[in-house]
């Protein structure tokens, strides 16, 4: 299953809202482009992994090279919701020390207040 990324804007915030798989090839590369476009604007930013059900070394390399690209700009990038394979791979590489993960949308809205 490719990737779909759904954009959309809520209180001043880009939210990215991932379904599908978010490996080495289309995942990553559309994923750094929807980023790349989010940040143009100078929003913050949000990445809904809900709909991400699989990542792998390369999702998770992309995950932190956006990270670093936009905070390099002086923005925020915040993880939502992410599924449990997910969210184990999180902890197993020390990321949530990197990422700040929420699982509520409107706790992740007002984390930028």
Do not use: W
């Amino acid at each position: 299953m490719s990737l779909t990324i759904q954009h959309r804007r809520k209180d001043g915030i880009e939210i990215l809202d991932l379904a599908g798989q978010l490996t080495l090839g289309d995942g990553t590369g559309a994923l750094r482009s929807a980023i790349q476009k989010a940040t143009a604007n100078g929003a913050d930013l949000i990445v809904n992994l809900s709909g991400v059900a699989y990542l792998d070394s390369a999702g998770l390399g992309e995950l932190v090279g956006s990270y670093a690209s936009v905070t390099s700009k002086g923005k925020r990038m915040k993880l939502l919701n992410p599924q449990k394979r997910v969210d184990t791979l999180l902890q197993i590489t020390k990321l949530y020390s990197t990422f700040e993960c929420f699982t509520n949308e409107q706790e992740a809205l007002e984390s930028f207040s």
